[in-house]
Nanobody, 122 residues
Framework: QVQLVESGGGLVQTGGFLRLSCAAS????????MGWYRQAPGNSERELVA????????DYADSVKGRFTISRDNGRNMVWLQMNGLKPEDTGTYYC???????????????WGQGTVVTVSS
């Protein structure tokens, strides 16, 4: 079984910064893509924030370009999201996401973390 565990959320003022971390555990052979989605309060949908995917490079939501940076360590199955210049509209629950995860027994199309809350006060 594959699990994603996030950390690093919290409360920060406008203009501040946070760094989110996510670690994947399990008997993992490979993970094609790792990234972050967020769900704003009152919104039922999750939007892509940033993702690093083998063969496709790095994608960012337009709203975070120039402020957020995603990084990944394939050997340790970890991904980070450095968030600078935070704005109130960045508030939400941030979910770590992994796609095309291959283990010694199964292949998972996608796996989600439990989420970590980011609150940006104005």
């Amino acid at each position: 079984q594959v699990q994603l565990v996030e950390s690093g959320g919290g409360l920060v003022q406008t203009g501040g910064f946070l760094r989110l971390s996510c670690a994947a555990s399990g008997s993992i052979f490979s993970i094609a893509g790792m990234g972050w989605y967020r769900q704003a309060p009152g919104n039922s949908e999750r939007e892509l924030v940033a993702e690093m995917r083998a063969g496709r490079g790095t994608d960012y939501a337009d709203s975070v370009k120039g402020r957020f940076t995603i990084s990944r360590d394939n050997g340790r199955n970890m991904v980070w999201l450095q968030m600078n210049g935070l704005k109130p509209e960045d508030t939400g629950t941030y979910y770590c996401h992994a796609r095309d995860v291959t283990t010694n027994t199964m292949k998972y199309l996608e796996v989600w973390g439990q989420g970590t809350v980011v609150t940006v006060s104005s």
